[in-house]
């Protein structure tokens, strides 16, 4: 099965590595993303579309559990290609290498 950030390894790497990071280091790169999404596609942050994210009651996903993460991953799931990759080239280039 294929996951949406799958034609993007580096994306997906350092958004996984957003699990363990300093809160401190983690939200202005969110923030940053979050700053290209509104730049590009405004649209994907409607009050409607956010209806369209998943919920999980248990909170399954370590994603689930943070708010502001859980928007940035359901967003850029809803991205397209274009998008992602400006993303991925924003991480590459402001995210600190572990």
Do not use: C
Not at 25 to 31: A, V
Not at 35 to 63: G, I, M
């Amino acid at each position: 099965m294929n996951r949406w950030y799958d034609n993007f390894p580096d994306l997906g790497a350092r958004l996984n590595a957003f699990k363990d990071m300093n809160q401190e280091i983690r939200d202005p790169l969110l923030k940053g993303i979050m700053a290209l999404v509104q730049q590009y596609d405004p649209s994907l942050l409607s009050y409607e579309k956010a209806f369209d994210f998943p919920l999980h009651l248990n909170r399954l996903r370590w994603y689930d559990k943070d708010p502001y993460i859980w928007l940035v991953f359901n967003t850029l799931k809803v991205a397209d290609d274009t998008l992602l990759q400006s993303v991925e080239n924003y991480l590459i280039e402001k995210m600190p290498d572990n």
